[in-house]
């Protein structure tokens, strides 16, 4: 297996390179398509939300080679301007590079693929025949990037038990976990309700995507060297309502297993995803 690419072993800044590609897990009636003007308005929403990246990395659509196109002539008509000596600076330093994979290699693209692919797959499940909203869709589609995001990386090893905390990707774009609105509601909403409609697409997204991850995270390989069993102060992976729990072991039996949670409080028999 060659090296990874530089830019995944660099430090830099969140979406400093990034990858692009579209989902089209739905169709929206209302828009005018995906071609290059959209690519262009999409563009713009990114670098306003997280910044101007350096890197681009996508396919060899028509709209993505077309966006390009666009972006590198409107920088050539900006440097061609008789304008201060500050801003043909700038403009010179901060130009994107927008990067090709070859086509029809597909290892270049798998990451971001498997990513995507695992999104549209459970969201079209999920969503089935249901008719959103704009506004409602948005929601939607912002609650499942926070899930997304909070999946864990690994584990903070902390001296102190209390102190255990997971790290997410939610760490690096905000510096600390993102936090779900409570999911209950009181007993006399209405259950047709769109708040609660969205609630039960939510969760059942969660309920298959996160049960695929565990999956991706135990795969069932040949074990080509001895491997120890889980024993005390190992740290456990809880799958909760719609996040994910550190714990660490405290005891084990066949009869009954007991976990202490980063809150110090014992369990019988808890469900672990482990």
């Known amino acids: 297996m060659g090296n990874l690419p ?3 072993a660099t430090l830099e ?25 959209s690519t262009r308005l999409h ?22 080679v077309g966006a390009r196109r666009k972006l590198d002539e409107i920088r050539k008509l900006w440097l061609s301007l ?6 043909s600076y700038y403009l010179s330093k901060s130009s994107i590079d927008w990067h090709f994979i070859p086509p029809l290699i597909t290892t ?15 969201l079209k499940r999920v969503l089935g025949e249901t008719i959103l909203t ?44 993102l936090l779900s609105v409570p999911e209950e509601l009181p007993s006399t909403s209405n259950h047709r309700d769109r708040w609660e409609l969205l609630q039960n697409i939510k969760r059942g997204f969660w309920k298959k995507w996160s049960s695929e991850f565990i999956s991706s995270l135990q795969p069932r390989k040949k074990w080509q060297d001895a491997q120890p069993n889980l024993k005390e102060d190992d740290i456990v992976l809880i799958k909760g309502g719609s996040s994910w729990y550190m714990a660490n072991g405290s005891s084990s039996s066949s009869a009954s297993r007991q976990r202490r949670t980063g809150s110090c409080c014992n369990c019988e028999n808890p469900r672990l995803s482990v």
């Open 13 to 37: 800044r969140p979406f400093f390179s990034c990858g692009i590609d579209y989902a089209g897990p739905v169709l929206i009636k209302c828009n005018k398509g995906r071609g290059t003007k």
């Open 43 to 64: 563009f713009v929403v990114l670098v306003l939300v997280v910044g101007a990246p350096r890197h681009i990395y996508s396919d060899n659509g028509t709209n993505f």
């Open 82 to 87: 008789p304008t201060n000596e500050a801003i």
């Open 134 to 177: 704009f506004e409602e869709l948005t929601t939607l589609l912002t609650q499942i990037e926070g899930l997304l995001n909070s999946r864990p990386l690994s584990y903070v090893n902390d001296s102190d038990i209390e102190c255990i905390s997971t790290l997410t990707l939610s760490h690096f774009l905000t510096g600390d976990v």
């Open 6 to 8: 530089k830019h995944r």
């Open 108 to 122: 270049f693209w798998r990451y971001l693929g498997i990513r995507i692919r695992s999104v549209k797959f459970h």
